[in-house]
């Protein structure tokens, strides 16, 4: 197993676990943690030493800025154990990558390489019994920077704090969703925020996300706030469309995210000779192709549901219905990735990384 | 004075006052609290008994929404002392429509307006000694609201906490100000939440003001993330032109916060009898006002300075200069909104309402 001292960060071990009470197999995703936490804060200028201590509430100041000035950066990763036991990351370093380039976006100090693999690392050591083996169990974690200055000025935080909490995720079949094509409300602008996993981003979709949900479509998939043709992606996922055989995403910009699955399975498709397009797609396009039977599939592709097909997509009160077809991309892609993910398959580009 | 019944509120005062420690001559702004806060939170589908304590650390779970997805709303407003020591709101109804707005943009609970009311001028009473009498000097207030859900899923809490806290300002002459206008990052986008006073809106402009304050200018003065054409507003100031004697500010949207100094200023300037005009003002326009020596003045407006005149601003590395003008509309308007908030002056629209 790769090695890890961990004699730089202080431990304080729980006494108990809360393992024994969970039902691993009726999990509510994000509810449920394990027994210890990573914490590191950002005083004088510099990151101090580490702790790993028993999952805890902790005491905030109410001038703290995160509840002022959303300064806040976070990121999504998952774990998972072979059967063997071996438990395993995904692209550690890419999720070490995008959270400090949301901070930086957001005036916040870059966390340290080291600190992160090696807290991230004890962290799962220590919980790793959370960790269910098994294709689609995972373990989630969610690493996060908050400003904790007790300071309402709106300038950015002297203070954060650094954090990493864990969840435990069941694989559960959400079927297929609906989608509705945003035409009004927009998730980010140009020379904004949407690159990054900025807290505010999150929030700001929760009002017009509900208003789909009440109209039947579980997720928005967002178009560019300023002629709503270009399609970008979803709340949590970016999208892929498939017309005839070819894959086809939108490119990065500063609005959409850099999504670590995303530039998996365009990696993945290429592998197994699919061809994947990255160029701008609009409503108008999918319609279109919709419309004359060229499209085949929509997909959306994120850390927490890998790969979620779509059904149907809904566009200026018109309803759009993909068809049910063999040899699906989405069921082919999510189980390669799957596949590696949990150490079952060969991993050629050298993903996984063994805790 | 109005009459207050403070039973619905559950009420522990501080035994020591930590006044007379606070040097109020030299503070710096958001960092000295009062003694007391109020705290109402959501529960069950309801607010809960509101309370006022001691101002004091809380207690808050790592995987509370507000530090995830930003799900965090806020205002601010301020306190004035007249020379008999009654202590005086301004518009105080339209921070409570403000925030209720907001809320229902991220799709949080709106706040009662007895609570509201009643919490505010609760805590002000208690905390009267805090706000000094004299032109300038006042007590700002924060409330805010923010999702305390201990889940980490991406969607609307389910519980909330809504607070009032109050920090001493001194007024302070920080001279006049420079800005640089927006040509590559953006404030907010159409369709978006830049009309909300929403948390993530402020720290996605850290960074780019960061980067115009290490070249000299104190603010950025956005511009639409289209075109970065039309000037919008500044990070916590609306913002008026003066061409020739013709005062100019953009219109409302849903990029742009409907500020009370803003709406105000309106309101005075007319009744001064100063023509307003309410429409899209462009970069293309006031630099070559600028250049032909029509622009007379700029200044920012919003409660924490009233009214902040701008000396110089610079776009597509050209730097233009304000004239230094006699009877600018800036001192003139500022002295008159002063006057109105410190009970120095007849209040003809019913602004003021006495605490
Ligand atoms: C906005 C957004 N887009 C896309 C994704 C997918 O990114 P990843 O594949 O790295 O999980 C996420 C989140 O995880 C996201 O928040
Ligand atoms: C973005 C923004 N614009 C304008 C203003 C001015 O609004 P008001 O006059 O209500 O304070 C504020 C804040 O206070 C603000 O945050």
């Not at 004088?44 to 805890?56: A, D, K, V």
Request: proline residues 5%.
């Amino acid at each position: 197993m790769t090695k890890h001292t961990s004699h730089e960060i202080d431990i304080v071990k729980s006494d108990t676990t809360k393992i024994d009470a969970v039902d691993f197999d009726n999990l509510t995703f994000g509810r449920t943690f394990t027994d210890h936490m990573f914490i590191c804060d950002f005083e004088n200028g510099e990151w101090q030493t580490p702790r790993i201590m028993p999952y805890q509430p902790m005491t905030m100041d109410p001038s703290a800025r995160v509840f002022h000035y959303g300064q806040a950066v976070f990121e999504g990763m998952k774990a998972y154990k072979d059967d063997d036991g071996k438990v395993w990351l995904f692209r550690p370093i890419d999720n070490f990558n995008r959270i400090n380039k949301s901070a930086a976006r957001l005036a916040m100090p870059e966390f340290p390489e080291d600190y992160f693999m090696k807290g991230l690392t004890t962290l799962l050591q220590m919980d790793s019994a959370w960790v269910k083996p098994g294709k689609g169990n995972s373990l989630y974690i969610r690493p996060f920077i908050i400003a904790t200055d007790p300071a309402i000025s709106a300038s950015p935080s002297n203070n954060y704090r650094f954090m990493i909490i864990c969840a435990p995720a069941k694989a559960y079949y959400t079927g297929k969703i609906r989608v509705l094509i945003a035409e009004e409300y927009s998730r980010s602008a140009n020379g904004g925020v949407g690159f990054a996993k900025a807290a505010g981003n999150y929030a700001a979709q929760f009002y017009p996300t509900s208003l789909a949900q009440e109209k039947g479509f579980q997720q928005v998939i967002w178009t560019d706030a300023d002629t709503h043709e270009r399609l970008e992606e979803a709340g949590t996922m970016n999208v892929f469309f498939r017309i005839n055989d070819t894959l086809i995403t939108a490119p990065l910009s500063d609005r959409i995210l850099d999504g670590v699955t995303r530039r998996s399975i365009i990696q993945l498709a290429e592998d197994n000779g699919i061809e994947v397009q990255v160029r701008p797609i609009t409503v108008t396009e999918i319609k279109e192709a919709s419309k004359n039977g060229s499209l085949k599939e929509i997909f959306g592709a994120g850390t927490a549901v890998v790969i979620s097909p779509i059904s149907a997509f809904e566009h200026a009160e018109e309803l759009f219905e993909l068809p049910n077809i063999e040899n699906s991309y989405a069921d082919t892609l999510k189980d390669k990735m799957l596949s590696i993910q949990h150490n079952m398959a060969e991993d050629k580009h050298g993903w996984r990384y063994m805790v």
